[in-house]
């Protein structure tokens, strides 16, 4: 067992070497592979920055999230509690600008093949995903370690099952794996509509989600669940900041978005058991993140090209989101007693966000240039073998 484990490591270091061999040739120099290694090299072509800018404070917001969650139970009944609560009410924003940020990338692309665009988010999402759920599982669950081939039939069927409870928050993560799925379909039927059509379309998706979140407060239980109340709804809700018309619902959507916080806020501290209901997807909470993502996409011609920390955030955001998990809960909080009320609720929740975020980029850039590039090179090269028997075959 001992040997084979050791091959295989040397069979794993062997592979990452090759494919870092490669991408340096590629490169022409190792300055230019080091800075491709930490930020895309075409940041300087038609890259718009205000969506660099908006998953950077996705992620953020995400670690915030957890971090002033993780410390609520424990301060419950303090005044400190209600601080958490409130900056939660900002934070969990996170989600919605994830899968915003999602549909105006994906819904807004030029046509290309079906099979393409499947192959593209197999190798940048779905692979990666697949070995960080690994990670999750080998460091909660597999003790025997993953030579076992019991191991890895398990893990298919559990990254097939969903998340696990070693890391709960992939929920998010299957989300947008649906929307890959359907994001070539919903392009053209997008990308068809008037600008009319796509407003009344939004429009009534707010009023679905208001119904959804909200008539169950008064007894009615809404059964009308479709698209135009899932997250499918808040997917074309970020498409519809990229088309031109829509400059013009942006200060109507500040003042909403402002007051929607305020109302959120209050029934946050007032009547806490009702929290839930204007959060998610509820309209309160589509007002809110739509008024910081229109914000950012109307800054666009006086945004700064961002900075290296930026950028580097912003290649690395979905590793991040993919590993903070792990960091935060058994490395921030266990191994250094980090929390949010460690040096009173700003600070402390400044500090356990900043390390985790630093910490969770430094594994994501280790992890995703050795285990992810390892198993991606793998894929590629069965990909290209399997095309080579196809093109025999003919």
Not at 27 to 36: E, H, L, N, V
Not at 322 to 342: C, D, R
């Amino acid at each position: 067992m001992l040997k084979t484990k050791y091959i295989l490591m040397i069979f794993i270091l062997l592979i990452v070497l090759h494919a870092h061999y490669r991408r340096l040739k590629q490169a022409g120099s190792f300055s230019s592979y080091i800075r491709s290694m930490l930020w895309d090299p075409s940041y300087d072509r038609d890259r718009i920055k205000a969506y660099d800018y908006i998953r950077v404070l996705a992620v953020v917001f995400v670690i915030a999230a957890h971090v002033v969650q993780s410390d609520s139970e424990p301060a419950a009944g303090t005044s400190a509690f209600m601080a958490l609560r409130i900056m939660a009410v900002l934070f969990l924003n996170c989600n919605l600008l994830f899968v915003m940020l999602s549909g105006a990338l994906l819904l807004n692309q030029k046509e290309e093949p079906v099979s393409v665009f499947y192959r593209k988010r197999i190798f940048k999402v779905v692979i990666p995903m697949a070995v960080y759920y690994l990670f999750y599982l080998y460091m909660g669950l597999y003790q025997s370690g993953l030579t076992d081939p019991k191991n890895l039939l398990d893990a298919c069927r559990r990254f097939l099952s969903g998340p696990s409870q070693w890391n709960p928050h992939f929920w998010l993560m299957y989300v947008i794996l649906a929307f890959y799925l359907a994001a070539p379909f919903f392009k053209v039927m997008v990308q068809n509509m008037s600008d009319r059509l796509l407003l009344s379309f939004v429009v009534l998706t707010f009023f679905m989600n208001g119904a959804l979140s909200w008539l169950p407060l008064l007894g009615i239980e809404f059964h009308f669940v479709t698209l135009l109340c899932g997250w499918e709804s808040v997917f074309v809700f970020g498409y519809f900041w990229t088309r031109p018309f829509s400059s013009r619902y942006r200060k109507p959507f500040m003042i909403l978005g402002a007051a929607s916080f305020l109302i959120t806020e209050a029934i946050s501290c007032i009547l806490p058991d009702y929290t839930d209901a204007f959060l998610n997807k509820a309209p309160t909470m589509l007002f809110m993140s739509g008024a910081i993502f229109s914000w950012f996409t109307g800054m666009e011609e006086k945004l700064k090209k961002p900075g290296p920390a930026v950028r580097i955030i912003s290649k690395y955001g979905f590793s991040i989101l993919l590993i903070h998990w792990y960091i935060l809960h058994h490395t921030a909080e266990e191994q250094l007693g980090l929390y949010a009320s460690s040096w009173g609720i700003l600070g402390g929740t400044a500090v356990t966000v900043a390390v985790t975020l630093v910490l969770s980029f430094l594994f994501a850039f280790v992890f995703d240039q050795t285990a992810v590039l390892c198993v991606n090179t793998l894929c590629s090269a069965l990909s290209r073998g399997l095309g080579r028997i196809k093109r025999l075959r003919r």
